[in-house]
């Protein structure tokens, strides 16, 4: 049986819904199950999200899942970066 803490969600990344929902795909094709934070308010109303309404959508995993995710979501992140 896993623990508490391995089932507990934690945000890995926080950004335009665009974003937050392509890195879920991402994190999905590689077998890390995810899901998304305040996404259908961050396009309605995002300044009820985030303070200004930017980085308005988190994905959230598993605790277990934390090292994996967090390590893809700072390659997307740097390819971000790179590409802006």
Do not use: C
Request: hydrophobic fraction near 40%.
């Amino acid at each position: 049986m896993k623990s508490n803490s391995e089932n507990v969600p934690v945000r890995i990344y926080s950004g335009s819904p665009w974003h937050a929902a392509l890195l879920k795909s991402i994190l999905e094709d590689a077998g890390i199950p995810a899901f998304l934070k305040d996404e259908y308010i961050a396009t309605i109303a995002p300044w009820n999200a985030a303070p200004g309404g930017y980085n308005t959508t988190d994905v959230m995993v598993a605790g277990q899942d934390f090292e994996t995710g967090r390590a893809i979501a700072e390659a997307f992140e740097q390819n971000l970066r790179d590409d802006g």
